[in-house]
T-cell receptor, first 112, second 108 residues
Framework: DGGITQSPKYLFRKEGQNVTLSCEQNLNHDAMYWYRQDPGQGLRLIYYSQIVNDFQKGDIAEGYSVSREKKESFPLTVTSAQKNPTAFYLC???????????FGSGTRLTVV | GQSLEQPSEVTAVEGAIVQINCTYQTSGFYGLSWYQQHDGGAPTFLSYNALDGLEETGRFSSFLSRSDSYGYLLLQELQMKDSASYFCAVRNTDKLIFGTGTRLQVFP
């Protein structure tokens, strides 16, 4: 079955450490996105990529970095510069210009 | 700036009809989408409106009025499994901007 896989499901990080969240899709989608969700709030866009080797900042990119070396993969690194990283992170993908996104099951990151 | 406003919470009983409203203010507009998210789960795509009018998909319908920058999601014959958060989202050129979500609680 096609879909998006995010790993790990739960992640604990010590303050000052960088951590990378994985996102892999086998839907052959061109576009991929990273959103952050805080409790009781909506989804805020961190980074997105419309094509391999290219990506754009979203509304809250500070403290995060991404890469898009392969069409299937769009990993997100939460750096130590991110002041409040504890959140639920959602990865999504879509065909170019499509209006419906397919989301992964998310990674819940907790800073301890 | 860009903003989407939704009620924070709506309650209803099984079998009833509920309407979740969404007003938006964005610099660009290419359509309004709706997503459902159960607690701890991934959002799932429900519907999309690019033009004014009503789109129906089973028990769910979505409406858009571009002149009023307004849309709504209509859920009929409510079931307990419809208890979830519902998000409207505006497509702005090449990305979606999401609202803060409406939590729907369905009671027996």
């Amino acid at each position: 079955d096609g879909g998006i896989t995010q790993s790990p499901k739960y992640l604990f990080r010590k303050e000052g450490q960088n951590v990378t969240l994985s996102c892999e899709q086998n839907l052959n989608h061109d576009a991929m996105y990273w959103y952050r969700q805080d409790p009781g709030q909506g989804l805020r866009l961190i980074y997105y990529s419309q094509i391999v080797n290219d990506f754009q900042k979203g509304d809250i990119a500070e403290g995060y970095s991404v890469s898009r070396e392969k069409k299937e993969s769009f990993p997100l690194t939460v750096t130590s510069a991110q002041k409040n990283p504890t959140a639920f992170y959602l990865c999504a993908s879509s065909e170019a210009g499509a209006y419906g996104y397919t989301f992964g099951s998310g990674t819940r990151l907790t800073v301890v | 700036g860009q903003s989407l406003e939704q009620p924070s919470e709506v309650t209803a009983v099984e079998g009833a009809i509920v309407q979740i409203n969404c007003t938006y203010q964005t610099s660009g507009f290419y359509g309004l989408s709706w997503y459902q998210q159960h607690d701890g789960g991934a959002p799932t795509f429900l519907s999309y409106n690019a033009l004014d009018g009503l789109e129906e998909t089973g028990r769910f319908s979505s409406f858009l009025s571009r002149s009023d920058s307004y849309g709504y999601l209509l859920l009929q014959e409510l079931q307990m499994k419809d208890s979830a958060s519902y998000f409207c989202a505006v497509r702005n050129t090449d990305k979606l901007i999401f609202g803060t979500g409406t939590r729907l609680q369905v009671f027996p």
